[in-house]
C-alpha cells in the first residue's frame, strides 16, 4: 500500500471514528434516560399546574414536563419489539426491492390521507401566518411585507416555505377555487412516501447486507409520527422530503462511473438539497453533511476531485437561493425588508432559562432584543454576545446547574418521543371537528399513541447505538452519512434554539439507521436463540418419545 493509500485510509477512519465518538456519547445518554423518563408535551389547563423537584408548570399550552417511567416495563417491552422484528425479518427474505418500495408508499399514502382528512387541521400562529401569506401572495395581495407587521422583516428565512407554498396554491388554482389548505398536507404525504423510498434506496445501495433494508422497511411501516406531522405547515416535512433525496443522490453521483449519469446525479442533488434549505433553513446541517462526505470520498482518487465541484456548487446555490426569494418578493411588493433578526440571537436564546424547558423558544433573545436595538441587526447582534458572555460566566460559576440546563434541554427535544405530532394536531385551529382516528388518537387514545411512540423511540436509541458499533466494525463510511445529519441536529439544537417538533426529521434518518443496529444485535443474538430452541425443541421431541 503507498503513502497516499494510507493517508486516505486514516483520514477515512477518522471521519468515521470521530462520528461514531460523538453519537455514542449522545445516543448513550439518551437511551439511558429513555429508560428511566419521558418527556412529555402537554396541554396544561388552569388549575392543573404540575409542582415538582425538577420544575413548576402552570397554566401553559405548550408545557415540557418531565415523567418517570416504569424501568422494567420499559425493558420487557424493548425485548417483545425486538422479538417481534427478529420474526418478521426472515419473513421478508425473498421480497423484491420494488414490492418493499410500493408498500411503503402505498401504507404511507393510505394512512397519512386518513389522518389529514379526519384531523381537519387549519394553521394556527406562526403556520397561519406562512400559509395565509402564501394565499395572499398568490392574490397579489403583499400587505405582510408592505405594511406595519414586521414578522417577515424579522424572519425573512420563512419566505422560501411561503414560496414552496405559493407554487402549490398557484398550482391548485388551475383546477378551480381553494377552500382550505389540507390538499397541501396530502401533498405533504405524498412527500414523505417519496422520501422512504429514496431512503429505501440509499440503505440497498449503502449496505450489502440486505436485511438492513428489510429491516428499514419494517421500521418505516411502523413510525407514525411523521404522517401526524403531516398536518402542521410548517416545511419541516416537505424540507426533509428534498433533504433526503438529496442525499441519496448524492451517493449515487459520488459511487456513479459514466459521466453522463454522474452529471444527471450530481445536477439533481444540488437542486433537492437547495429546495430543501430554501424551505427550512435547518437543512443547511444536511448540506454540511453532504460536503463533508463528499470531501471524505474525494481522497479515494483524484477523479473524485469533482465531488469538490458538487459542493461547491451546492453552497452557492444554498446560499444565494433564500436571498433571491427575498429580492424577489421586495421586488414584487415595491419594498425593502432592511435588517433582520441576527442569526447569533437564536445562540444566545439557547442559553437562557424559558417557560417551557431550558433553551426554548424565548421572545425576549429574539425579537424583544432586536426591538431594543432599534431594528439594527449589528447592535441586536453585539448584545446577543453579551448575554452569551454573560451565561457562560453563569454555567462556569455553577458547573451543576450548566450539567442539569443541558440535560434537561437535551432530553426536552430528544426524548420528547411524539416531537409534538399529537400536539400540534390539538392546539391547531379547525377546518373541521376531528373524526375517526384522529379524534381517537387526540382524545381517547392520546396516552397509549404517545406510550407507543416512546417504546418506538427506545427501541430505535438503542438499535441506533448498535449501529455506530455495527459501521465501525464494517467501515462503512456512506452509511455514517445518516448519524452525521443526526449529529448535526443534535448539536445545533443544543446549542441553539430547541423544540422537540425539530428533532422530527433526524428521528427519520435514526429510525432508517437502526436497521443496521438490529442486524448487530440479530446475529449477535441468534446463536443463543438457536441454541435454547433446539434445546427445547429435543426436550419436547424427547418427551414424546417416552410417551410425555
Not at 465518538?21 to 404540575?50: H, P, Q, R, Y
Not at 427535544?413 to 392546539?427: A, L
Request: aromatic share 14%; glycine share 6%.
Amino acid at each position: 500500500m503507498n503513502e497516499s493509500n494510507k493517508t486516505t485510509k486514516r483520514l477515512t477512519e477518522l471521519f468515521r471514528i470521530v462520528i461514531a465518538i460523538f453519537m455514542l456519547f449522545f445516543l448513550g445518554v439518551l437511551s439511558i434516560s429513555a429508560i428511566f423518563g419521558t418527556t412529555g408535551m402537554e396541554i396544561v389547563k388552569e388549575g392543573e399546574g404540575v409542582d415538582t423537584i425538577v420544575q413548576r408548570i402552570r397554566e401553559q399550552i405548550e408545557a415540557v414536563v418531565f415523567y418517570n417511567d416504569n424501568i422494567l416495563a420499559n425493558l420487557i417491552w424493548l425485548v417483545l419489539g425486538f422479538a417481534v422484528v427478529y420474526l418478521l425479518m426472515p419473513l421478508l427474505k425473498k421480497m423484491p426491492l420494488w414490492a418493499e418500495l410500493a408498500i411503503v408508499a402505498a401504507w404511507t399514502i393510505l394512512l397519512g390521507s386518513v389522518w389529514v382528512n379526519t384531523s381537519q387541521v387549519a394553521p394556527s400562529e406562526d403556520s397561519w401566518v406562512v400559509s395565509q401569506t402564501a394565499l395572499d401572495f398568490s392574490n397579489g395581495d403583499y400587505h405582510e411585507i408592505t405594511g406595519d407587521d414586521r414578522y417577515f422583516r424579522n424572519y425573512p428565512f420563512q419566505l422560501g416555505f411561503v414560496f414552496f407554498e405559493e407554487l402549490l396554491i398557484r398550482a391548485a388554482k388551475l383546477f378551480g377555487d381553494i377552500e382550505n389548505l389540507v390538499f397541501i398536507q396530502e401533498i405533504s404525504v405524498i412527500m414523505l412516501a417519496s422520501s422512504y423510498v429514496a431512503l429505501l434506496l440509499m440503505v440497498n445501495q449503502v449496505f450489502e447486507d440486505k436485511r438492513i433494508r428489510h429491516t428499514a422497511f419494517i421500521l418505516l411501516l411502523v413510525c407514525i409520527q411523521p404522517i401526524i406531522s403531516c398536518t402542521f405547515l410548517y416545511g419541516i416535512i416537505p424540507g426533509f422530503v428534498f433533504a433526503a433525496w438529496a442525499v441519496y443522490l448524492e451517493i449515487n453521483f459520488i459511487q456513479s462511473k459514466s459521466w453522463k449519469m454522474k452529471l444527471l446525479w450530481g445536477i439533481l442533488s444540488a437542486l433537492c438539497i437547495t429546495i430543501a434549505v430554501a424551505i427550512k433553513s435547518n437543512n443547511l446541517i444536511v448540506l454540511v453533511a453532504m460536503v463533508m462526505l463528499a470531501v471524505v470520498t474525494s481522497f479515494k482518487n483524484k477523479k473524485s476531485l469533482c465531488n469538490l465541484i458538487l459542493s461547491i456548487v451546492s453552497i452557492i446555490l444554498c446560499v444565494l437561493t433564500p436571498d433571491l426569494i427575498t429580492s424577489m418578493y421586495a421586488k414584487r411588493a415595491g419594498t425593502e425588508f432592511g435588517d433582520s433578526i441576527p442569526m447569533i440571537s437564536w445562540f444566545a436564546m439557547g442559553m437562557q432559562e424559558a417557560s417551557n424547558a431550558p433553551g426554548w423558544y424565548n421572545y425576549g433573545a429574539t425579537v424583544s432584543n432586536f426591538e431594543i436595538s432599534e431594528f439594527n441587526a449589528e447592535v441586536a447582534s453585539e448584545r446577543s454576545k453579551e448575554e452569551i458572555k454573560k451565561r457562560i460566566g453563569d454555567f462556569s460559576a455553577d458547573k451543576q446547574y450548566r450539567n442539569d440546563f443541558y440535560y434537561k434541554k437535551f432530553t426536552s427535544v430528544w426524548n420528547e418521543t411524539s416531537y409534538q405530532s399529537i400536539w400540534n394536531n390539538k392546539v391547531r385551529g379547525q377546518y373541521k371537528d376531528k373524526s375517526g382516528i384522529a379524534k381517537w388518537v387526540c382524545d381517547d387514545a392520546e396516552r397509549t399513541t404517545k406510550r407507543y411512540m416512546d417504546i418506538f423511540a427506545q427501541f430505535i436509541f438503542i438499535m441506533c447505538f448498535c449501529g455506530i458499533l455495527y459501521c465501525i466494525k464494517q467501515k462503512n463510511t456512506y452509511a455514517m452519512i445518516m448519524m452525521l445529519i443526526t449529529l448535526g441536529g443534535m448539536m445545533y439544537h443544543l446549542l441553539a434554539e430547541a423544540k422537540s417538533q425539530y428533532a422530527l426529521p433526524y428521528f427519520i434518518w435514526m429510525t432508517v439507521f437502526a436497521s443496521c443496529g438490529f442486524i448487530f444485535v440479530f446475529d449477535k443474538a441468534k446463536p443463543y436463540i438457536n441454541k435454547y430452541t433446539d434445546k427445547y425443541i429435543n426436550r419436547n421431541k424427547a418427551l414424546a418419545e417416552n410417551g410425555g
